[in-house]
């Protein structure tokens, strides 16, 4: 089971209040899962990634055992720790601000 945190207004959209466990079928990148995620919660479709291109929105970063992995390929393997449910695989929403 992989771990996935969202920040506030992403679990209150998907109606959750934690982390939420997601099976994700290997190999495990950041594609399959926001694959699984999508199809768990369908109402974050196009939330995190645009539902055409499936490119990460803009202000959205992903994270994993403390490293930012937003600029990775989406289809580089995330971290063991995330995949052995160790760690979580994080949906950080990102500040802007001058």
């Known amino acids: 089971m992989i771990r996935v945190t ?3 207004h992403l679990r209150m959209l998907a109606k959750v209040s934690g982390p939420v466990d997601l099976q ?3 190999p495990i990148t950041q594609r399959t899962i926001l694959d699984a995620l999508e199809a768990a919660y369908p109402m974050l479709r ?3 990634r645009d ?3 499936k490119e990460r929105r803009p202000f959205i970063r992903f994270f994993a055992c403390g490293e ?5 390929s ?3 393997a995330v971290p063991v720790e ?3 449910g160790k760690e979580p695989f994080r ?3 990102a500040l802007a601000g001058g």
């Open 6 to 8: 969202l920040p506030t």
């Open 24 to 26: 994700v079928e290997e």
């Open 46 to 48: 196009g939330t995190i």
């Open 51 to 53: 539902p055409a291109t």
């Open 68 to 72: 930012d992995i937003s600029l990775d």
């Open 74 to 76: 989406v289809d580089a």
């Open 82 to 84: 995330v995949c052995a």
């Open 91 to 93: 949906i950080i929403g």
